[in-house]
């Protein structure tokens, strides 16, 4: 299957620090890209959808001030949590779609996570 | 509405036997693809299988099949000869619209754990 990594897998920070996230797709061109958020035990919330070489699209309730997203090239996707506060603390995990358009199968594929604690 | 539907927040099964995880779903799309992910502890979401909503035949990998019957819009995961290694979170995911046309974009259910027993 494609891979995609995530880094840092794990980060520490002081509440009004931003911190970023990359995501990139390893053996694959990722047109599109998503980022999600997780709280424990719950399940993925999507907070948006990620197009190469255009502005991402937001769900509802997501500050697009607060994390901002840019995907430059076709494998690589980036996620800033700007001013970060205790409340942003959570797991973050990026997908990567691989289109396959003989099998339409569209699989997305997920980076490893990054745990972000803001203190 | 919830678009994707799992009653089972938990699950146990002894080791070696199968086990269904159950999924529904709910969509006026006549074009859909219905996918599975496991996450295991560590956190990642692991692909494990996929079913178009035109595929007449159920998916099948490996250990992993899909029982799709789309009238009754279910696509339950069967998981045969379970192993301790797939204890896991099971999350069912729906994507709606073809590629080119429609969203990409998945919605999950709240996902299932599942404990297999030595």
């Known amino acids: 299957g494609a891979v995609v990594s995530q880094h840092p897998s794990r980060v520490i920070c002081k509440s009004g620090t931003s911190v970023k996230i990359e995501c990139r797709s390893l053996d694959f061109q990722a047109t599109t890209m998503f980022w999600y958020r997780q709280f424990p035990k719950k399940s993925l919330m999507l907070m948006a959808t990620?197009?190469?070489?255009?502005?991402?699209?937001?769900e509802q309730g997501v500050e697009k001030d607060k994390f901002l997203i840019n995907h430059a090239s076709l494998t690589l996707s980036t996620l800033t949590v700007t001013s970060a506060h205790p409340e942003d603390s959570s797991f973050y995990i990026c997908?990567?779609?691989?289109?396959?358009?003989?099998?339409?199968?569209?699989?997305?594929?997920f980076g490893p996570g990054t745990r972000l604690l803001v203190l | 509405a919830q678009k994707i539907t799992q009653t089972q927040p938990g699950m146990f099964v002894q080791e070696k036997e199968a086990v269904t995880l159950d999924c529904t779903y709910d969509t006026s799309d006549p074009s859909y693809g219905l996918f599975w992910y496991k996450q295991p502890s560590s956190g990642e979401m692991i692909f494990l299988i996929y079913?178009?909503?035109?595929?007449?035949q159920n998916a099948t990998e490996g250990r992993y099949s899909l029982n799709f019957q789309k009238a009754r819009k279910s696509a339950n995961l069967v998981i045969s000869a379970s192993q301790l290694g797939d204890s896991a979170m099971y999350f069912c995911a729906m994507r709606e619209g073809y590629s080119g046309a429609g969203s990409y974009q998945l919605t999950f259910g709240k996902g299932t754990k599942l404990s297999v027993i030595p």
């Open positions: 990620s197009n190469e070489g255009s502005k991402a699209t937001y």
């Open positions: 997908s990567a779609r691989d289109g396959d358009y003989i099998h339409r199968q569209e699989t997305q594929y």
């Open positions: 079913q178009g909503s035109y595929d007449q």
